[in-house]
C-alpha cells in the first residue's frame, strides 16, 4: 500500500486548524497530517524536523504571513507545495502567490468537499511527479539519448582507473560494449598535429573524419572501441593472442599514411603494451600517453617498449595508484589504508628490480604523500617516519619489508592528524558560530546568512554539522539563547516587557511573548511574578 503524503497545517487560530483536521477524510485523499503550526515562523522550525510534502497555510498571520513562509520554502525546501487559503478575496495576493508557484489558493471558510477535491488534485499531481520519475519507457529513451555520452564517459574512466574491476562487466552489458570477452587488451592514444589559424569548428570537424577513418578501418580487426577525450582520441583494442599487437600497429601505420594523405594531417599514435585484465588497461593507456611524446623522433606510431627497452625493470605510480593512496591518506579507515599499502609494497616484492628502481619508487610515493601534507598544512617532517629526513628515506627503504614498515607508519600517523584537523575545523566553526551568536543575538536581523558570511561557508554545510555536533537546529539554539537572556533580564530587572524583546532581538513585542510562553509555559509576566 502506499505511503500516505504528509501535510503540516499553518493558521494562527487553534480552531480553524482543529476544524480544517475534522472535516477532512484525510486516508481517503491519501494525507496524513504530521503536525499543526501557529505562524510561519513555528511552520519553518517544524519543516526540518517533520519534512511535510505539502504545507497548507493561511496568508494572513502575524510574525510571518503565508506569502512569505512560501518565499522562504521555495528558498530552502522548494519541493514541498504549497496550498494558500485565505478569509480575503484579494487579487494582488493571488497574483504574487502565482508568482511563488503555489500551487492552489483557496477562500475561507473552507468547504469539506472542496477541501478534498483540493487535496486530490495535489496528490494526483504529487503523484505525477513521482510517476514521471520513475517512469521506465521515459527512462530508457533518455537513456538511449546519453548513451553515447555516457559510453564515453565510461571508457574514460577506465582507461583513467577510475572503475571498480567488479563493475566493469556490468557496465559494459549496460553501454552495448563487449571488450571484456578477450585474452589481452591494448590502448593507444591518438593525437592530431594542429593547423595553425585553424578555426574551432574545423579542429572539431576533422578529429571526427579521423574518428571515422579510424573505425572504418578497424573494423575488420576485431573487437576494439575508440572514443574522444580532452587530449585526442583514445583506442581500446581486444586481443586474441599477444602477437596481434603487431598487426594492430601496422594497421595504425597505415591509418596514419592515410590521414596525412585524405585529410591533410599528421596523426601520432603511442600504443602501451598488452595487458592480461581488462581493469588494468589504465597502465597501457598511461605508457600510450608517454609514446606519443616519442613520435616527434621515433615516427607516426611508437610501441613504448621499442623506445624503453627496460621499462619492465622499473616501478611507477599510476594515476589510478596515486589517486588511490591520496584517498587512504585523507580518508581511509585502518582496513582501506592497510590494502593500500599491501597493494603499493606487493610490487616491490614481484619486480624485484634494482636500487636505484627502489628510490625512484619511493620519489615517486613520497611526491604523493607530500602533496597530501603541504595541502593540508601538515609538517613535512611527518613523512620521514623512523628516518632523520629524505634522504635517510632513499637510502633506509631498500625492500619491501622497510617500505611496508616505513609506509604503514606514516600512512596511520598522516590519516590520525587529517582526522584531527578535521574534527578541530569543525569544532571550531561552531564555536567560532557559537561566539558570533551570543555577540548577536539581540539583533533582530540575525539569521543563518548572516553567521555563514561571517564564517565563509555554505549554509547546507553548517546547518549539517551545526544540528550534528550541538544537537539542534540554529534556529532552536538562537532562540534558546535569546529566552535564556529574557528570563535572566526578567528575574535580575524592572525593565519593561518590550524593552526586554527588544535586548534579546526581537522587535515585536506580541511574537517574544508567544516563543516564551512557549518555551518556559508562562507569559513574561507571570514569570518575573514567580
Known amino acids: 500500500m502506499k505511503e500516505p503524503y504528509k501535510i503540516l497545517l499553518v493558521d494562527d487560530e487553534a480552531e480553524v486548524r482543529t476544524s480544517i483536521i475534522k472535516k477532512i477524510d484525510w486516508d481517503h485523499v491519501g494525507f496524513q497530517v504530521v503536525g499543526d503550526a501557529e505562524n510561519g515562523i ?96 521515459s527512462l530508457q529513451e533518455s537513456f538511449r539519448k546519453n548513451l553515447p555520452i555516457l559510453r564515453e564517459k565510461f571508457l574514460s574512466n577506465l582507461v583513467k582507473g577510475n572503475v571498480e574491476r567488479a563493475d566493469i562487466p556490468i557496465l559494459m552489458e549496460e553501454y552495448g560494449l563487449s571488450l571484456q570477452n578477450g585474452t589481452f587488451w591494448i590502448a593507444a592514444k591518438v593525437v592530431v598535429q594542429e593547423i595553425q589559424s585553424e578555426t574551432w569548428k574545423s579542429r572539431n570537424l576533422r578529429m571526427v573524419s579521423i574518428l571515422r577513418l579510424l573505425e572504418d578501418r578497424l573494423e575488420g580487426f576485431g573487437t576494439y572501441s575508440c572514443f574522444h577525450r580532452p587530449s585526442g582520441i583514445c583506442l581500446i583494442a581486444v586481443l586474441e593472442e599477444e602477437k596481434q599487437m603487431y598487426a594492430l600497429t601496422t594497421l595504425l601505420e597505415d591509418i596514419c599514411r592515410e590521414a596525412r594523405k585524405i585529410l591533410g594531417c599528421r596523426m601520432m599514435i603511442g600504443v602501451g603494451r598488452v595487458v592480461d585484465r581488462l581493469d588494468e588497461i589504465h597502465k597501457s593507456y598511461t605508457e600510450a600517453r608517454e609514446a606519443v611524446a616519442y613520435s616527434q623522433t621515433a615516427g607516426d606510431v611508437v610501441f613504448l617498449s621499442d623506445v624503453e627497452t627496460k621499462k619492465d625493470t622499473l616501478l611507477r605510480l599510476d594515476e589510478k595508484d596515486e589517486k588511490e593512496l591520496s584517498y587512504a591518506l585523507k580518508f581511509g579507515d585502518e582496513e582501506i589504508i592497510q590494502s593500500c599499502v599491501e597493494n603499493i609494497c606487493g610490487r616491490m616484492r614481484n619486480t624485484g628490480p634494482a636500487q636505484q628502481g627502489f628510490q625512484a619508487y619511493v620519489i615517486d610515493i613520497l611526491s604523493v604523500i607530500l602533496r597530501v601534507v603541504q595541502k593540508n598544512g601538515l609538517e613535512e617532517s611527518i613523512v620521514f617516519g623512523e628516518y632523520d629526513d629524505y634522504n635517510g628515506v632513499l637510502n633506509g627503504i631498500c625492500d619491501s619489508a622497510a617500505m611496508e614498515k616505513w609506509l604503514c607508519g606514516i600512512c596511520f600517523s598522516i590519516s590520525g592528524s587529517l582526522y584531527r584537523e578535521r574534527l578541530g575545523t569543525t569544532q571550531s566553526i561552531i564555536e567560532k558560530a557559537k561566539q558570533f551568536i551570543q555577540q548577536n543575538y539581540d539583533n533582530s536581523a540575525l539569521s543563518l546568512e548572516m553567521v555563514c558570511n561571517h564564517l565563509h561557508i555554505s549554509t547546507t554545510y553548517f546547518s549539517t554539522i551545526f544540528k550534528k555536533e550541538v544537537g539542534e537546529s540554529y534556529i532552536s539554539y538562537l532562540t534558546g539563547i535569546r529566552m535564556e537572556r529574557a528570563a535572566a533580564l526578567l528575574k535580575e530587572t524592572d525593565a519593561k516587557t518590550y524593552l526586554i524583546a527588544a535586548q534579546v532581538g526581537y522587535d515585536e513585542p506580541n511574537y517574544f511573548g508567544y516563543v516564551f510562553k512557549k518555551r518556559f509555559g508562562v507569559s513574561p509576566n507571570k514569570f518575573r511574578g514567580k
Do not use: C, W
Open 42 to 137: 513555528d511552520a519553518l522550525e517544524k519543516v526540518e524536523q517533520l519534512e511535510p510534502d505539502v504545507i497548507m497555510t493561511d496568508i494572513r498571520m502575524p510574525y510571518m504571513d503565508g506569502l512569505t513562509l512560501a518565499e522562504q520554502l521555495r528558498k530552502i525546501r522548494p519541493s514541498i507545495k504549497v496550498i494558500l487559503f485565505s478569509g480575503y478575496d484579494d487579487f494582488e495576493y493571488a497574483k504574487k502567490a502565482i508568482q511563488l508557484n503555489i500551487i492552489e489558493y483557496i477562500l475561507k471558510p473552507v468547504n469539506a468537499v472542496e477541501m478534498a477535491d483540493i487535496l486530490s488534485h495535489v496528490r494526483d499531481t504529487l503523484d505525477a511527479e513521482i510517476q514521471h520519475l520513475r517512469d521506465i519507457e
